[in-house]
DNA sequence: TATTTAATGCGACTTTATTGCATTAATATG
DNA sequence: CATATTAATGCAATAAAGTCGCATTAAATA
C-alpha cells in the first residue's frame, strides 16, 4: 500500500513540526486552517505514527499525544515500548530520550521495555 | 468526609491485593462475585488512590489500570506525577519505584517530574 | 433508636477514538 | 492526455471509557 501525498497530511504535518509540544486531536484541530475531518485527523496521525514520523504518547490524561519525531531513527518503527520521551516545560519541546537515559533499578531486577514521559527543562531553557 | 467500610471497597480492595497485576476496569469487574455497579467501581477505585491505597497508571491502551500499593509511602498522597511503576513481565506484579530509579538526561536537560511504566522482571522472577 | 451523611445504583451524558461505506482525488498506465 | 486504480477523505454511526446528577441505601454516631 503506496503512501499518497495530500493536502491534509501535509498541513496536519507542518503544524506539527512548527508546534514545539506535543498535541491531541483538540489542539491540532484548533490550529487547523482548512476544515478536516476528525476522522481523517485521526487517521493521518496514526499513519504517520506507523511510519515513524512523529511519536504518539498517551498522556495522564489518557488522551493520545503526537509530536513530530526529533531524535528518533526513522529506519527502526518499533517506536512505542523502547524509549521515554522528554517533555520540556519552558518550551514545550517533545523529544524522545532513546537510549540516552540511564535506568538502573533496584538489584535482581531487570528491564526489558520501558516507557513514559519525563518532564523537565530542556539545554536550551534550563 | 470521613470513609466508611462498605462490602464493595473491601471486595474490589481484596481483588486488587489477591491480584498481582494491574487491573483495569473490565478485568476487575470480571472478578467480582457480587455485582457491583460501574460507576461505584470507579468511584472506590479513585477513592483508593486518592487514598494512596492503590496506584493509577495510565497504558498504552489509554486505559486506566490501578494496582494495590507494594512500596508507597501511603502518608504521601501524591501518586501520580513524581515516580515509576516497574511492572514484572513473569509474575506482573506492579510496584512503584519511588526514589529507587536513576534517571540520568542528556547534559544540560533537568529533571522535574517523571512518570510512566517500566517493564521487566523482579528480583524473584529473573 | 433515631439521625446524619457517605456510599451506592441507575440512567443519562461526555469525551475520545474507531469503523463502514460511498465519494474524491492522487498516482500510475497505456 | 485520458483513463484506470485505489489510497485518502468526509460523513454518519458506533464503540468504549469514564463521569455526573440524583434518589435511595446503609454505615457510623449520638
Redesign the interface.
Known sequence: MKRRKTQSQEEILEILKDSNSALNHDMLQAKLTTKIDRATIYRVLNRFSDDGLVHKV???????YFAFCLNCDKEKKQH??NH?H?KC?KCGKVEC?KN?????????????????????????C?
Open positions: 498517551i498522556g495522564d490524561d489518557g488522551k493520545q512505542s515500548h521515554f522528554f516545560l530520550l540516552e537515559i540511564d535506568v538502573s533499578l533496584p538489584k535482581g531486577y531487570t528491564t526489558e521495555a520501558f516507557n513514559g514521559l519525563i518532564s523537565g527543562y530542556c539545554s536550551n534550563s
